[in-house]
C-alpha cells in the first residue's frame, strides 16, 4: 500500500490525477500540468512535499558530525537559519543522496531528504553517529508536513494566507529559514522562482492548504514540479545522479568543498582520486521531438547520455540535462538518438528559465 | 467516463470509426488523453505505408511520457491530420473530434473484432 500525505484527501477530493512516487500516492496534476507550470512561472503555486522526510539533529558533536557527513561544508554556516544544498556520499564517493541542512544554531539543525531514499538516509546516518561516537541525536519527523509555495507572487500570498507570517518571514534571504510558531519558513525552492517551503504539524497541513487556496495560490503536481526544476537545471535524485555516479561528474562540484584541508568528509579521498571525466550541460532540442531521460548524444568529442529531459512549457522546446564529454562547448551543435532518428540539439548552460525568464 | 457509442476500441486506446466507403478514422482515446496528460508531440505515418495489426505506427508525447499508438488492424494509411501534428493539444481539447491517421483496411470484417463502447469501458474499468 502506498503511504498517505496529510493532504492526499484534499489532492483527491480536489480531483487530481494520483500516482505513486517513491511508495508514496501523489498527486502528478490536478488537470493540467502545463498551466500549472505557467502558474508558478508567472504567479504562485504550491506543491505538497510531505513525502520528502525532515530529520531534526541536536546535540554538542552535530557540527562536527556533518562536517564529517556530507560533502559541503556546513561550517560556512553562520547566520541563523541559513541552509545549504550537499550531496551525502558513499565511501567510494556515489551519491546516496541530496539533501538541505538548515543551520539554527551549532547543536540544534534541521536536515530535509529525498523520500525515495529517507530509509536508507537515516539508516546511513545513524550507523555514522554510532561509528564516530558523537554527542548527536538524529530524530525522524514523520509528524511534519511540507508545502512547497512558489512563484513571483507566493511570497505575497503566503502572507496573505497566514496572518502574522509576514513579520517572521519577510527579511529572510534566499536560501534562509526561520520559525514562525509551530511552522518553519524558509525562503527555498525547487522551481527558480522565489517562494517558500513552509515545514508545518501534520494537523494543520489541510487547513493550511485550504487557506493558500483561497489566497489564489494554485496547487500543482508532481509533473509541474519536475518540468519546472529541468528547466531551472536543479538535479532529480535517481535521474541525474545515484550512487554510481560522483557529484564531479553530475555537474555538482559546485556543493563540494575542499577548501579545509583540515576536513575530511566521507567520500572525500575517492573524489580527489578520480577528478571529473564528464560534464553536465543543457540541450534544447532544435528538430521536433521531446527529449527524455537515457538518449544518446553525439558530440564532436565522443558520446554522451541525456539524463533528464522534458518539453519546456516555458520556451515551448524539448530540454535536456546531459552528460557529456569534457571539451564539448556551449554553443555547438549535437545529434540525439530519439527513437533511432538522430535529431539536432544545440548545447547551452544546464540552466534554462529562472524567475520566470529564459536564459537561452 | 466518455466513450462515444458509435466508435469501435482497442485494448491500446485507440478509437475508430468506420466511414461510410469502409475506411477507418483512428484517434486516441478521452481515457488514453487523460493518462497522458498534456499532449506536446505527435510522429504520424506517411500515407501510403502497409501497416500490421498491432503494429506501433504512431507516436504521442505528453509533457510527461512519451507513447506508442498502433494499428488497430492491418491495411494502408490513407491519411493524417497535419492540423494535430501542429496543434497537438487539440487531443486533450477533444480526443474525438482529433483525429491521427486514416486507414484502408486489409480486410474489412477485421474491424468486428475490435471492442465496441461497452467492451472498452469494461476493459478500463
Known amino acids: 500500500m502506498p503511504q498517505h500525505t496529510p493532504l492526499h484527501a484534499a489532492h483527491v477530493a480536489a480531483g487530481a490525477r494520483m500516482v505513486d512516487f517513491a511508495g508514496w500516492d501523489m498527486p502528478v496534476n490536478y488537470g493540467s500540468q502545463i498551466e500549472e507550470h505557467h502558474a508558478v512561472r508567472r504567479d504562485a503555486g504550491m506543491f505538497d512535499v510531505s513525502h520528502m522526510l525532515a530529520l531534526d539533529l541536536a546535540g554538542a558533536g552535530s557540527k562536527s558530525f556533518l562536517r564529517g557527513l556530507i560533502a559541503n561544508d556546513v561550517a560556512k554556516l553562520v547566520e541563523p537559519g541559513k541552509a545549504l544544498y550537499s550531496c551525502m556520499l558513499t565511501p567510494e564517493g556515489g551519491v546516496i543522496d541530496d539533501l538541505i541542512v538548515y543551520y539554527l544554531s551549532d547543536t540544534t539543525w534541521r536536515i530535509v531528504v529525498n523520500a525515495g531514499t529517507a530509509d536508507k538516509d537515516v539508516a546511513w546516518m545513524q550507523a555514522r553517529l554510532a561509528e564516530g561516537g558523537f554527542d548527536a541525536a538524529l530524530t525522524v519527523r514523520r509528524d511534519l508536513a511540507m508545502i512547497a509555495v512558489q512563484g513571483p507572487n507566493a511570497r505575497a500570498k503566503t502572507w496573505s494566507a497566514l496572518p502574522g507570517s509576514e513579520a517572521a518571514s519577510a527579511g529572510l534571504k534566499p536560501f534562509q529559514a526561520a520559525a514562525w510558531g509551530d511552522f518553519f519558513i524558509a525562503r527555498t525552492g525547487y522551481t527558480g522562482e522565489d517562494g517558500f517551503e513552509l515545514t508545518l504539524p501534520a494537523d494543520q497541513a489541510a487547513a493550511t492548504w485550504s487557506a493558500l487556496v483561497a489566497a489564489g495560490v494554485k496547487p500543482c503536481g508532481l509533473g509541474a514540479r519536475d518540468t519546472l526544476r529541468l528547466e531551472a537545471g536543479m538535479a532529480l535524485y535517481g535521474n541525474d545522479m545515484d550512487e554510481s555516479i560522483s557529484p564531479l561528474d553530475a555537474g555538482l562540484a559546485w556543493t563540494v568543498d575542499f577548501s579545509d584541508a583540515s576536513r575530511d568528509f566521507v567520500g572525500k579521498a575517492a573524489l580527489l582520486a578520480k577528478p571529473a571525466s564528464r560534464q553536465v550541460l543543457g540541450l534544447v532540442l532544435e528538430d521536433k521531438g521531446v527529449l527524455r531521460a537515457h538518449q544518446a548524444v553525439f558530440t564532436a568529442q565522443g558520446e554522451g547520455e541525456t539524463t533528464s529531459g522534458t518539453f519546456s512549457p516555458t520556451l515551448e522546446k524539448a530540454i535536456a540535462m546531459a552528460r557529456l564529454p569534457l571539451g564539448v562547448a556551449v554553443g555547438e551543435q549535437v545529434e540525439v538518438d530519439i527513437r533511432g532518428k538522430r535529431l539536432k540539439a544545440r548545447v547551452v548552460k544546464a540552466s534554462f528559465v529562472r524567475k520566470g525568464q529564459a536564459l537561452i | ?125
Not at chain 2, 503494429?55 to 494499428?71: P, R
Not at chain 2, 474525438?96 to 471492442?115: I, Q, S
Request: aromatic fraction near 6%.
Open chain 2, 1 to 125: 467516463m466518455n466513450i462515444p457509442g458509435n466508435l469501435r476500441y482497442t485494448t491500446s486506446h485507440e478509437w475508430v470509426r468506420v466511414e461510410a466507403d469502409g475506411s477507418l478514422t483512428i484517434g486516441v482515446t478521452d481515457h488514453a488523453q487523460e493518462a497522458l496528460g498534456d499532449v506536446v508531440f505527435l510522429e504520424l505515418p506517411d500515407a501510403g505505408r502497409a501497416v500490421a495489426a498491432g503494429e506501433a505506427i504512431a507516436v504521442i508525447e505528453s509533457v510527461k511520457a512519451a507513447s506508442d499508438i498502433y494499428a488497430p488492424v492491418a491495411g494502408e494509411i490513407i491519411g493524417s491530420n497535419q492540423e494535430a501534428v501542429d496543434a497537438p493539444e487539440a487531443v486533450n481539447a477533444d480526443a474525438y473530434a482529433t483525429w491521427l491517421f486514416k486507414l484502408k483496411p486489409a480486410n474489412a470484417a477485421d474491424v468486428d473484432a475490435l471492442l465496441d463502447a461497452a467492451g472498452y469501458e469494461a476493459a478500463i474499468g
